[in-house]
């Protein structure tokens, strides 16, 4: 399995992909830092951040959308990336229900997410 990652080196601010890209990968935190985020660079939203051994990326892997969020490296991060289509190769062998399972935990996440970007933007109103 690890000769299925590829290891890439990325510097802090480091844009590692944008919101709207295809989901054509998973990271995992080797060394570093990595923050999720929307919106734009000069007033972004932070969901969160990722640390050593945490995994990022992997929903739009799942159901082939777009990326939900931008990722970019806090500090300088070593990241492990794995293409999607290795992840898919596996998941085709897993049990029917637990895929429907993860694709409903993915589609509630997605909603939730858009229902988010809705309310901000009410807020936001005058």
Do not use: C
Not at 31 to 48: S, Y
Not at 99 to 123: C, F, G, S, Y
């Amino acid at each position: 399995m690890s000769a299925a990652f590829e290891r890439r080196t990325f510097a802090p601010g480091e844009m590692i992909f944008k919101e709207g890209d295809p989901g054509d990968s998973l990271y995992v935190v080797e060394k570093g830092r990595v923050r999720i985020w929307r919106g734009e660079i000069e007033h972004p939203t932070i969901i969160g951040s990722v640390d050593e051994k945490g995994v990022f990326g992997e929903m739009a892997i799942f159901d082939r959308k777009p990326r939900m969020a931008n990722a970019s490296a806090e500090l300088e991060s070593v990241l492990m990336r794995m293409p999607a289509s290795v992840l898919r190769e596996s998941l085709y062998g897993a049990d029917p229900l637990l895929r429907q399972l993860v694709q409903l935990l993915i589609d509630n996440i997605r909603t939730m997410a858009k229902r988010l970007d809705e309310l901000e933007a009410n807020a936001q109103l005058p």
